[in-house]
């Protein structure tokens, strides 16, 4: 059911959610986002954003729920290779790179163990929240390993006696140093994206996503 109004996926609550309604407002979309809701109509343009946890914004531009949303691409990479391993949507567009939620996925282990290279992790069990960017990695390296699939608390897994290595986001690394870990590995470096569903849009909506695309240039550019 697609409704007149412009629909944008952002993530309420989390890495991402600040900068992201600081730039749709810098945009010039006037939003309250006081309460707990779901949707939020924009005051001053026929846009609605939608506040919903990050896993799920790949999946709504998939299936064509909403028109856009802005993810990482960690996230983003995760959901369409799972997506496409079981022959569902996985299609979308990527409007533009955006110039904040820098972070990398990356395997670290316990830092008292030495490290060489991907073969020292064949046969180890691996925790993470990104099984299918893990078995990419792990594939071309041609090493063998097992998943522990683990949607928070991943730093603790090798401590808990669960996992042997994690595969994680790092930003500051604080979160590794102070669960006795070490980064060995960087498997995929990752920014937030803005993203659009594929099908066809009203001359209406079409007009505005290069409205907002226009702006977005401009105050991505200040910044810089
Ligand atoms: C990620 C990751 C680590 C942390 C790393 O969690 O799972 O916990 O960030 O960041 P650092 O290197 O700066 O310490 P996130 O904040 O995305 O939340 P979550 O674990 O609840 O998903
Ligand atoms: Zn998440
Ligand atoms: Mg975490």
Redesign the pocket.
Known sequence: MQTQRLRIAIQKK??LSKECQDLFKRCGIKFNLMGERLVVHAENMPIDLLLVRDDDIPGLIMDGVVDLGVIGENELEEVGLERAALNEPCDYTKLRRLDFGG?RLSIAIDKDEQYTGPRDLQGKRIAT?YPQLVKRYMDEQGVEFSPCMLN?S??VAPRAGLADAIC?????????EANGLKEVEVILRSKAVLIQRTGEFSADKQALIERILTRMQGVIQAKE
């Open positions: 989390g890495r972070c929240t928070g991943v730093e994680d986001l790092v930003s500051t690394g604080a979160t590794l």
